[in-house]
């Protein structure tokens, strides 16, 4: 049995599908392209990277942190059971449009307390989950908290989210074409327990 479908409803979803992606493309080509080329500099120099964000902005880095580790990086997602302690050699990668969520500066104050380099996404850049950052990727979305429309018609952070997906695979396929590695290789570290 198949649903009737309102013929008036597609011209809206064409339109809104549209309007997401040019919010995500106007937004990611906005990001400095330094400050990519500096967060893969820092995960590349790193002994383990660890990486953390809430909500959806932490489902948009656990899929940076998949890709890493297909490329063979030690990656830990924090406050999964089996992360150790973060030190110095260490990158910490957050992500928090706002940069005051709670959690996340603790974190990026007790790297800075350890000696562990970090890498924010961030629409703030003079946010507290900023101030001590090695590198702060500066995301010219909205915030959560940001419900006025003047950056993105899209509900609360949803721009800020999509682009810190969007920029971790821009930031992954820069560190693997560093590598020069094949495909092969990476996919022989694909989950095969699924």
Partial sequence: MSATLDPTIAPHVRSHTELVLDEITRTVLAVRPDDLAAAADAIEGARRVFVLGLGRSGIALRALGMRLMHLGIEVHIVGETTTPALGDRDVLVLASGSGTTASIVRAATTAAAVGASTVVFTTDPTSPA?????????????????????????????????????????????????????????????????
Avoid at 132 to 137: C, I
Avoid at 152 to 173: I, K, M, P, T
């Fill in 130 to 194: 900023a101030r001590d950052a090695r590198v702060v990727v500066v995301v010219p979305a909205a915030a959560k908290t940001d419900l006025a429309s003047a950056a993105s018609q899209q509900y609360a952070g949803s721009l800020f989210e999509q682009s810190v997906l969007v920029l971790g695979d821009a930031l992954f396929h820069t560190l693997w074409r560093r590598t020069g590695a094949p495909a092969e290789e990476l996919w022989a570290r694909h989950a095969n327990l699924e």
